[in-house]
């Protein structure tokens, strides 16, 4: 049986992080629920204490100076006290499915599959949070649209390979040997969103990822209305403003990972420039527009890379 420790990151989640412990609990390949409490404004350490104890398998864990860190460096203090075979995230406020872990435990028979994704559905925790972001998430998965190989997952989520569709944090298993083998670092400490994208996207060059269930949830987003994340996707908060931090952090480690080919490094270099250009002042936005206009025609002209900025343009 595989034995799977089920990563949770607890922020401000007092209401949600029972439901989220108990889909865990479920099943009996989770072998541990790790959950490391980030300093929460609200009762959350207390609920997790309430869990730790009732449950044998949860184990509770805060960071050393019990400070707020963020989901980063809280999901890595996870990764450190994690012991099973294999890796599960869990955000506090999402939840399992009964069908989580149905195609893992026939992919992961074979050694060559080192992380296995599906796709998530979403959940409104309340009428309010319906009716703000039901035109941004409705009822639709989140989830890669075709099956592909391991090869081109990277590609994919760094938009090189057109209409690729997205996997979650929530909905990924890694074996954890492979994981801390082929990975120096996790997460990255530096970014406070969008560091799961980051972590995803440095993990699909790394390890071979291969698709599990696509086609149904096999995890729940909850959406509510305190949701940092939300706030982005729903425009409330330029979304240029955070993704070029996270293009940042693309571009500087593709610079310095010397197997990476030259065309994905100029994509990541491209895109990082579009955001850069989004964010600027309106004199400098133009003088760059001006300026790779002669010296990288394609990374003003394209769609691909044009989309992120040409609406900030007025």
Same mark, same amino acid.
């Given at each position: 049986m595989m034995k799977i420790s089920v990563i949770t990151p607890v922020y401000n989640a007092e209401k949600y992080v029972t439901q989220a412990v108990?889909?865990?609990?479920?099943?009996?390949?989770?072998?541990? +629920?790790?959950l490391v409490e980030d300093r929460s404004p609200d009762n959350a350490l207390e609920v997790c204490k309430q869990l730790s104890e009732k449950y044998d398998r949860v184990k509770l864990f805060q960071h050393p100076d019990k400070g707020n860190h963020g989901a980063g460096p809280t999901r890595n203090l996870g990764i450190e006290k994690a012991s099973g075979d294999f890796i599960? =995230?869990?955000?506090?406020?999402? =939840?399992?499915?009964?069908?989580? !872990?149905?195609?893992?435990?026939?992919?992961f028979k074979n050694p060559e599959v080192e992380g296995?994704?599906?796709? +998530?559905?979403? @959940?409104?925790?309340?009428?309010?949070?319906?009716?703000?972001?039901?035109?941004? !998430?409705? &009822?639709?998965?989140?989830?890669?649209?075709?099956?592909?190989?391991?090869?081109?997952?990277f590609k994919g989520? +760094? @938009?090189?390979? /057109?209409? !690729?569709?997205? =996997?979650?944090?929530? /909905?990924?298993?890694?074996?954890?040997?492979?994981?801390?083998?082929?990975?120096?670092?996790? !997460?990255?400490?530096? %970014?406070?969103? @969008?560091? &799961?994208?980051?972590?995803? =996207?440095?993990?699909?060059?790394? %390890?071979?990822?291969?698709?599990?269930?696509l086609d149904q949830a096999v995890a729940v987003r909850g959406v509510h209305e305190n949701n940092r994340i939300t706030k982005v996707d729903t425009g409330k908060i330029n979304p240029a403003t955070t993704r070029v931090l996270l293009w940042?952090?693309? @571009?500087?480690?593709?610079?310095?990972?010397?197997?990476?080919?030259?065309? +994905?490094?100029?994509?990541i270099r491209r895109m990082h420039r579009s955001f850069e250009i989004a964010v600027a002042s309106p004199f400098k936005k133009w003088a760059m527009i001006g300026k790779y206009m002669i010296t990288d025609y394609p990374s003003i002209r394209s769609g691909l890379f044009n989309i992120n900025f040409r609406k900030n343009l007025f």
């Open positions: 108990e889909s865990a609990l479920q099943f009996d390949e989770v072998y541990e +629920i790790i599960a =995230f869990l955000d506090a406020d999402d =939840f399992y499915l009964p069908n989580r !872990f149905d195609a893992e435990k026939e992919l296995v994704y599906g796709a +998530i559905g979403v @959940h409104y925790y309340t009428e309010k949070a319906k009716a703000q972001y039901y035109s941004v !998430f409705g &009822d639709r998965l989140t989830t890669v649209y075709k099956k592909h190989s391991p090869s081109e997952v989520q +760094i @938009h090189m390979l /057109g209409s !690729f569709g997205l =996997f979650s944090i929530d /909905g990924l298993t890694v074996r954890r040997e492979t994981l801390t083998q082929k990975m120096n670092s996790y !997460f990255k400490t530096t %970014l406070r969103l @969008h560091q &799961d994208t980051e972590f995803l =996207f440095r993990l699909s060059y790394y %390890l071979n990822l291969y698709p599990g269930i940042r952090e693309v @571009h500087s480690w593709s610079e310095h990972e010397k197997n990476l080919p030259e065309d +994905i490094k100029t994509h």
